[in-house]
């Protein structure tokens, strides 16, 4: 299915993002806009085998200390050694964020597959293909958490809650990830088609 060491992965950041005729929350730490990856910060990676198995959590905020969580250092060094690499929406912006640290996913060894769907439907913004909504439809149902309120809970110190939330968009992932590579690159879409993806990459293939 993958190689051996593959590793599903999501983050969130410290900042919140501004909304376009909203005006800023007093108190609160906000970048510039979508594209202010290097101002954004990270507050927690977390990363998973595509199976679900060898959750691994990374507090990367260097002004909160959770010692039972790796750090983003860690974090580093597991994404040097990957084979593999599979988000969602990871190519646009995680990657970008992880990027403007230094962090740099080889992109023929980066699977992004809210990126292949955007391909596929030919629509930079397609309907219906939120993480959470794509997961649902093959059977992961869960209870849903704005990850616009990420950055807020984060920098009001709701540690675990944004940890977690992190944690459930990684197993969301995974669920998505081994139904593309158990369906022949495909995802069901919102009216319950069937939508074909690119091929397999080539080092999916691989023993």
């Known amino acids: 299915m993958f190689p051996p060491n593959t590793w599903v992965f999501d983050l969130e950041i410290i900042k919140c993002i501004p909304q376009k005729g909203v005006a ?15 101002n954004m910060g990270i507050s927690v990676i977390c990363a998973a085998r595509p199976d679900g198995s060898e959750m691994v959590t990374f507090v990367c905020d260097p002004y909160v200390k ?5 750090t983003i250092m860690d974090f580093y060094r597991l994404i040097a050694e990957a084979d593999f690499v599979v ?7 995680d990657a970008k964020v992880l990027s403007a640290r230094g962090v740099h996913i080889r992109p023929s060894h980066h699977l992004d597959l809210l990126r292949e ?4 439907v030919n629509n930079v913004a397609p309907k219906g293909w939120k993480l959470s909504d794509a997961s649902q439809r093959i059977g992961f149902a869960t209870k849903d958490f704005d990850g616009a309120q990420a950055p807020i809970a984060w920098q009001q110190g709701r540690y675990q ?15 998505l990830a081994v139904y593309y590579a158990n369906n ?24």
């Open 24 to 38: 800023n929350t007093p108190g609160l730490l906000y970048c510039r806009h979508w594209g202010d990856h290097a």
């Open 184 to 207: 022949g690159a495909s995802l069901l879409g919102p009216e319950g088609q069937t939508v074909y993806l690119r091929k397999l990459p080539e080092i999916m293939a691989s023993p």
């Open 161 to 175: 809650e944004v940890i977690e939330y992190c944690q459930l968009d990684v197993y969301r992932t995974c669920a």
């Open 87 to 93: 988000g969602y929406g990871s190519h646009t912006f």
């Open 66 to 70: 959770l010692l039972q969580y790796g």
């Open 117 to 120: 769907v955007k391909k596929a």
